[in-house]
């Protein structure tokens, strides 16, 4: 049976850092009508937070980028969503969702693909070297 959709957005935003923040809050007030679990709100911010920060820091590299967000809500209380953007790329996606293996300097702990994996339904990663990646979200945002 096909899912019905009950809303979405679609938008794109430059890769700052400040912009992590702004779509914490952005997927909060979203998904709030959908009337989710504070555990679920609260770990639906966490995985779009990280999705984000990976695109600035890893796929852009902290240099200027478009991040393309898309998001479905559904009737059934599930939320689909799409994080891609035209950086560089992954050239081993099993290597990276590997816990604790970063690109990034000593700041970064590895963690990003392994709590975004905990914390969704459904967790799928494309990426192309040179091209960009997409991480494509699913989470129910009732208890289980």
């Known amino acids: 049976m096909k ?6 957005f679609d938008m794109n ?15 909060s007030s979203f998904a709030i009508q959908a009337d989710p679990t504070i555990e679920a709100l609260s770990e639906l911010k966490t995985i779009v937070s990280e999705a984000v920060t990976n695109a600035i820091v890893h796929g852009y590299q902290n240099k200027p980028g478009i991040i393309h967000i898309k998001a479905k809500l ?3 209380k599930t939320i689909k969503i799409i994080i891609r953007d035209k950086g560089i790329g992954i050239p081993d996606i099993k290597q ?24 969704s339904d459904k967790l799928k990663v494309i990426s192309k070297e040179g091209k960009g ?6 989470k129910s945002l009732t208890e289980k």
């Open 3 to 8: 899912k019905v959709i009950s809303n979405s």
């Open 13 to 27: 935003l430059m890769s700052k850092s400040i912009n992590e923040g702004f779509t914490r809050t952005l997927i």
């Open 74 to 76: 559904y009737e059934d």
């Open 96 to 119: 990276a969702m590997e816990p604790l293996y970063t690109t990034g300097n000593e700041e970064r702990a590895g963690m990003g693909f392994t709590i975004m994996e905990t914390f």
């Open 133 to 138: 990646t997409s991480i494509i979200i699913e």
